[in-house]
């Protein structure tokens, strides 16, 4: 096993478990108060189940594919970008985009491998197409992350609303981003050997055997590759997948506190921790828990307030 | 400090803990024009001055934009200072422990840790754009001062990375008490949360910052603290209205309504084993009697067996808590539940009161367990009018009507349509607002401003705060004539905080004398639709 056999599996393991850590992290947060943000859309426009009397009565009738319906158009258009901050639009969407036709092209790549390694003939016409699918996805994905870069680039320095508020972190990212996208585009573009060099790695990295040599650029585009593994599951880019939460169990979530739930149990366990907010109206002191506290009324007598 | 250029916003996140001088001034002529006939300078004053004794005592809180909503007595030495800056640290761990924070410990860290800075969610706030985008108002700028501190001090991890991520701020007494100040320059309506791709939430940040210094320092305004939940909880009622007085009032608004309708109207009070408990804001009993009048008549046409509470807090649906505290919030919103389980009503029908829906239909339905159902009024409305119970004649209401949504019944509850089903059914000159529904903008008094009227905040409020509402108001009526009062025009509130601050609004503005804008709830114009109403029950003088 190769240096660069040890660097794969390594990045592609602190990903995994980075992302995994973060992502357990959030789910073992106790289950919060409700905080639902309109529009939820698994309900049907003018049917949110408030609008009903009785409410309880009736079935919850949910429509998943309302969710979808939401978040295939934000994901891949970057639906809310392109409502609210049009000049930022195409420079993120064609940064994220390019980021997904790569992402997308790794999937393809991975494809290609397998059936190689498979045996399949070197000339299948399933082989050409992908062949060829993954040189184009190469231009145009990297293309377009560059442009995007770029332009991200130039919005982040010079764009008031934005520059106020960016770290130098934003910068880094924009500039590893870019390294990625470019990169990409040079190996694929001046690299003959370039589809046999990604399957060669993809098949030495899947069954342990010897990586070819790749040019220059072919290390370089694999080196901040795996440096943008190791680095994205500490940072703010983590919402790729962090967004389930803030729109599934937070905005979305529409889950009423009924009789012998789930729900009944989490606040059962929730309540019946010890409080120690230092106010003297909440009445605190570290071992009355938020049920010994809900009887009180928040005054605070004016010589306990005088010593506080 | 403020921009040395501009001069009235800051030049960045760290100018919040620098120097002694308002960071922000609001100057009249950045803020966001005013539709005609409302837009001469005299309708934009300046806010008026805060006055050298007031500055002097409420030193540093006074010094974010020349205004005070709440204000903190500036503390006498350095080591009081320090030693609030410490509490204020160790407050800001609590926000992150499940035990003190299990109530939005999730929301909260997903939205410390993915902003992206992207800035899409600035512009759909109506502060930002009404003050002509004061950079101090910006949905992000408070945001960005927690989320530095979080990362700062409460985030485990290396020091270089973390500054590398998120920059740095000065963690000082300058910080804490403007950031106290600053959290009551948002009303938490959460139109920047539902414009944000990745789902952060600087409503909620505001909360947290609030709530961080309620529940840690025990600062809070008065008028949602002292004279809201605790007086509540102590006397039954922010109002201040104990169970005798409120009964009395009662009495006499079923009296004159009865008078005014031909009809008995007769509120019941503690009925065990009523099907409905109505709970509604109590402000009404004291500013607009007739929503509670008119709420009485058509549960009583439509059959419905109900009661009203007598028990502490049982007949103020309010829960300031909501706005700025967890713990009162969940001791007022168990007061409603022990009451309704009590009397063991079938179910709490809330009255238009946008906050008391959240706080009681969503937010307070994980406070305790085997709780009572809760239904909106405007639904519970809708379905009286639709049953035919009523004799409606829609051309009693026939001038020009618009509807204003309270943000927490459309944006967290989602009850968009059955105040329109009425509204179409009985006012024929019904009109949207431009934007509307779950899109709306806020009153400009949510959060609790409707209430908060210290120092100069009232002139902050209408100034800004709720400028963006009363462009929309005047932009509803845009084909009506606005220099008479001749014809009428109805801005319908359902909702007691946004008929406050829409209320001196129009005062404010003069519109009612100007324009003949007037405004009231969603009953009254049920009930003067009225065919067998003796007299109608909007009363545009005493309106
Ligand atoms: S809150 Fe959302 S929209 Fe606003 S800057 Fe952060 S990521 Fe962008
Ligand atoms: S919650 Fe409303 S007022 Fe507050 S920052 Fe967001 S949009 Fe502005």
Redesign the pocket.
Known sequence: MSVLHALVYLSVLIFVVACFARGLKIARTPMHLRWELQPVPHEKPGKSMFEQVNWWEHSRDKNHFGELGIMIPEILLLKGVWEHNRGLWFPSWALHFGLYLLIGNMALILLLTILLLAGTAQSGVLVNVLVGLIRTLSFIGGGLGVIGAVLMFFKRTFDKNMSKYATPSHYFNIILLGAIFASTVLWAFADHGYISRVTGLYAGVLTASPIPAFTTTGYLNVAVVLLFFIYLPFTHMTHFFTKYFTYHTIRWEDQPNTKGSKIEQNIVKNVTQPVSWASPHIGADGKKNWVDLAGGTGEVKQDKKEEA | MACQFCGVQPASVKDISKGDDPIAKIDPKDLMPLPAPYDGPEYTPDIAELKDETKKTYGKSSTLDGVLAAGIPQPETKEEEAELVDKFLDGLHKLFTKEDNWTFLQPLMLSMEH????????ENCPVYEASGFNEVYR??YR?EILRRLYHQHVKPGNKWFKTFQNNGIELNYTLISRLYELSYRCTLCRR?AQ????G?D?GLITREIRKLFSQQLGWAPKELHEKGTVQQLLVGSSTGMNSVVVKDNIEFIDEDMTERLGWEVKTPWDVKGADVLLIENAGEFLAWPENHGCTAALLDKAGISWTMSSEIAGYDGVNYGLFYDDVQLARVASRHFAIAKELGVKKIVMGECGHEHKALATIGDRVGVDLPPRESILTLVRDIVKSGALKLDPSKNDFAVTLHDPCNTVRNLGIVEPQREVLRMIAPKFREMTPHGIHNYCCGGGSGFAIMSGFNFNDWRNLVSGRKKFAQILNAFADEDLNTDETKKYVCAPCSNCKGAIRDMLDFYGAKEKSGIHYGGLVELVVNAMVDAAEPVLDWDMM
Request: glycine share 0%.
């Open positions: 902003c992206a800075r992207c800035q899409t969610c600035v949905p992000t945001a920047c414009s944000c791709p990745v952060v600087n």
